[in-house]
């Protein structure tokens, strides 16, 4: 089965992304051909980044970052959701991509971006160069949310759009068709 990690790249009180997460995390599970991981960063609680060595080498000393190597490991494909804060994306976001490196190697990423008019697309954009520097896919395929509070019950559930909907979609497949293929890769990554 597709190992499927959701994180949610905010930690800020209040946040409009741990809903939008959770409605994506709902939906990959649903499909029945993904386990999900939803990846709370706020529980994680990752400090800045505190690890003495570049993180390709893998040499980690603390344990905050050995757990988070194995989570990360796990993962065979990733959906970033992400705020867009100031026209980019969270510190904490970056602050937890860039405590690993080998981990992220060779693996999808899809983005569920949320903000303002832009819905975040900008965050999106910033955070694909990221992820292509960690050798990394970032799909095509993407969502986006503008004005993502009005979308939100009092008590907290989303009310999707038939067209958020149908690009979850989209986006879910592209992450395991590609999933499937970087498998490959991986592999032969690891022989090297």
Known sequence: MFRLAVVIGSTRPGRVGEPIAQWVATQAAMRGDLEVDLVDLAEVGLPLLDEPHHPRLGEY??????A????????????????????????VLKNAIDYLYNEWQHKPAG???????????????????VVVALNMVPVVEAVS????????????????SQSMEHSLKSMLDAVTLWGSTLSVMRAEAEHL
């Open 61 to 66: 000393t603390r344990e905050h970052t050995r």
């Open 68 to 91: 988070w190597s194995r989570r990360i490991h796990k993962a065979d494909g990733f959906v970033f959701v992400t705020p867009e804060y100031n026209h980019g994306y969270s510190a």
């Open 111 to 129: 983005f569920v971006s949320y903000g303002g008019n832009s819905g975040g697309l900008r965050a999106v954009q910033q955070l694909k160069q």
């Open 145 to 160: 949310v503008p004005f993502a509070g009005s979308m939100l019950h009092a008590d907290g559930p989303l009310e999707p």
